[in-house]
């Protein structure tokens, strides 16, 4: 079992910045992917970032590359998602998530998700 909390969520105008972190606790991390996702109201929930716990490969998409930036810290089993240059489409519930493997951007292949923290981005 592999546990996820969230933090960091909050309001922030257009053009500001926030840092998500995600603390994981359970079984050995060193075999997981760590992804974010969000996800906005009534739409479906979003790939926004993944990261291998044992590794430097970086995953992002699109509509955040150049502005989100994901990290980790083993000592400290938290991975980041350090968000720049906001914009109102941002706003949405962010979830931190894992799964064993390799990285995919579909929300259904993993396993493990956090509580959600909310982002909103006021214009």
């Known amino acids: 079992q592999v546990r996820l909390v969230e933090s960091g969520g909050g309001l922030v105008q257009a053009g500001g910045s926030l840092r998500l972190s995600c603390v994981a606790s359970?079984?050995?991390?060193?075999?997981?992917?760590m992804g974010w996702f969000r996800q906005a109201p009534g739409k479906e929930r979003e790939f926004v970032a993944a990261i291998k716990w044992s590794g430097t490969s970086l995953y992002y998409v699109d509509s955040v590359k150049g502005r989100f930036t994901i990290s980790r810290d083993n000592a400290k089993n938290t991975v980041y998602l350090q968000m720049n240059s906001l914009k109102p489409e941002d706003t949405a519930v962010y979830y931190c998530?894992?799964?064993?493997?390799?990285?995919?951007?579909?929300?259904?292949?993993?396993?493990?998700w956090g509580q959600g923290t909310q982002v909103t981005v006021s214009s």
């Open positions: 998530a894992a799964k064993m493997g390799q990285v995919v951007v579909t929300h259904t292949s993993y396993g493990y």
């Open positions: 359970g079984r050995p991390l060193s075999s997981y992917v």
